[in-house]
């Protein structure tokens, strides 16, 4: 059977030293791993394959953190013209 582990905002309220625990985990976890995070820096460091789950779709994002990133700064910048 195959083991997924969920994480949502698994860096929120733990220290650097946890920070870095929690990355040599996930990074080392025999399963998949779903994780939720606001953490660039932790999702940079683990994540292979990035979703976006928005106006009931989702869609698979080939660029990863990056390409997310680039996502967010758009929708910013739209919302902006908006106002």
Excluded: W
Excluded at 44 to 66: F, I, N, P, S
């Amino acid at each position: 059977p195959m083991k997924v582990l969920l994480l949502d905002e698994p860096t929120n309220n733990i220290d650097l030293e946890g920070i870095k625990a929690m990355k040599e985990a996930v990074s080392n976890y025999d399963g998949a791993c779903v994780i939720a995070s606001h953490d660039m820096s932790f999702l940079d460091q683990t994540v292979d394959v990035v979703y976006l789950v928005a106006k009931k779709r989702v869609t698979r994002l080939e660029g990863g953190v990056e390409e997310y990133k680039q996502v967010v700064k758009s929708n910013v910048s739209k919302q902006r013209k908006l106002k």
